[in-house]
């Protein structure tokens, strides 16, 4: 993981393929979609996540987000 939220990869457009959720469900959904590449949560615990198809994302540097990305 990262901290900031989850942005640039191979494929930087669109906000690196970011999916808005309104809920904090994304490590789930991210494991369950071949796709997803990484996955945000605020780190205030507010309830939405983001999930992201770019390869090779990582965080922004800012404190309020962490971004968790799957392994090789």
Do not use: M
Not at 24 to 38: E, I, K, M, P, Y
């Amino acid at each position: 993981s990262s901290v900031g939220a989850c942005r640039g990869g191979e494929t930087p457009e669109n906000n690196a393929g970011l999916t808005f959720y309104r809920d904090r469900d994304c490590l789930n959904r991210c494991n369950q979609d071949s796709s997803c590449t990484g996955y945000t949560l605020p780190v205030n615990g507010a309830n939405w996540c983001e999930t992201f198809t770019s390869v090779g994302v990582t965080g922004d540097g800012r404190s309020g987000f962490q971004c968790f990305t799957k392994g090789n």
